[in-house]
């Protein structure tokens, strides 16, 4: 698929992403067929967000994030404004109550800058409150991507502005959605699935019953990532969903430290060696044959082991730089 067929299919605003990138690589004819009736019109909008420092990255390029590739409903492209290298270091997603109390604020921006200090990439939406926290800790100390669900073109809320061309200048601002699209309700809960497919952790904040950071924690579930929360005050309600998270089971964060350790990661973001790396990294490369390439399934259905728990596995060792990543989301063993 060429880079404008991939573009074409992200200006489709109904185009149903559950199963996508299997029926990309199958070659879906309705697909290809949807594409191409648009392809002009995407190289015109890709040419004019190029004009304003916006670029998109296809679901087939070699940097689109790994990650995403295997949640279930992933994007045809991202649109972005940053350094892709902000992709590269493994990623915690922060979120919480966008009415946030001066406590939860405190706790974000420590968190965020605690993590980013540690080589740890922070993710989160953009928002009022504990993300637009968590963000601007990160940058006190490295970076940070953030999420969201509307152009890039179109900021909301909008005096978040500054803050996102602030983290633009050292990271990344994401979108699925092409530039000009309006940020309308629906399209938050949506994106949270992106926050949560490119973190290795989501890490709630003082988040009530309602909260939609709760969504975030959902998907987070459903794609295989650890979930974990900030205990709160009792008394005032707006902890009751972190609490809730909490008591079937996500772990309880009160500093950086307890997120890095259940991570198994360590300085500048690394992985820390453990018995399962040790046992399961190198008989993962005897699967893979120099020189061939392999997407996530194959490598699944050789090794036995489902592609969420083997995704980071596989990233550990492109970190390592054993590994690397080319066309299409597919891993290629270095000689």
């Known amino acids: 698929m060429t880079l404008d ?5 992200s200006l489709i605003p109904d185009l149903p992403r559950r199963g996508l990138i299997d029926r990309l690589r199958a070659g879906d004819p309705s697909l290809t067929e949807a594409a191409r009736r648009l392809t002009d019109t995407a190289r015109a909008v890709r040419e004019r967000a190029a004009a304003v420092n916006i670029h998109v990255l296809p679901w087939n390029h070699p940097r689109f994030p790994a990650p995403l590739l295997v949640i279930p409903d992933p994007p045809p492209a991202l649109w972005y404004r940053g350094t892709l290298d902000a992709l590269d270091a493994p990623a915690v997603a922060i ?14 921006t420590q968190l965020g800058g605690d993590l980013a200090q540690r080589g740890i990439t922070v993710v989160s939406g953009l928002a009022r409150g504990v993300d637009s926290a968590a963000h601007r800790g990160a940058l006190r100390a490295g970076r940070t991507i953030g999420v969201l669900g509307s152009g890039i073109d179109r900021m909301y809320p909008p005096e978040h502005e500054d803050l996102a061309f602030e983290i633009a200048r050292a990271g990344l601002v994401l979108s699925e959605y092409p530039p000009g699209t309006a940020p309308l309700p629906f399209q938050f809960p949506q994106r949270n699935r992106l926050i949560s497919g490119l973190s290795r952790a989501v890490v709630v904040i003082e988040a009530s019953e309602k909260s939609g950071s709760l969504i975030t924690a959902s998907c987070a579930l459903e794609q295989g990532r650890e979930v974990m929360a900030v205990p709160g005050n009792v008394l005032t309600g707006r902890n009751r969903g972190a609490h809730a998270l909490i ?7 009160e500093r950086a430290d307890d997120i890095v350790e259940e991570l198994a990661l360590g300085c500048a973001g690394a992985p820390v060696a453990s018995a399962e790396s040790t046992t399961s990294g190198d008989p993962l490369l005897r699967l893979i044959r120099a020189g061939e390439p392999y997407d996530l399934d ?18 550990d060792l492109e970190l390592a730089g054993r590994v690397h990543r080319i066309e299409g989301g597919r891993f290629l063993r270095r000689i």
């Open 298 to 315: 194959a490598l699944a259905g050789l090794s036995g082991v489902d592609g969420v728990r083997l995704l980071p596995r596989l990233l």
């Open 247 to 253: 008591r079937d089971g996500a772990k309880i964060v």
């Open 95 to 108: 979120v919480g109550s966008r009415a946030a109390s001066p406590m939860a604020l405190e706790t974000a």
């Open 5 to 9: 067929e991939a573009v074409a299919l």
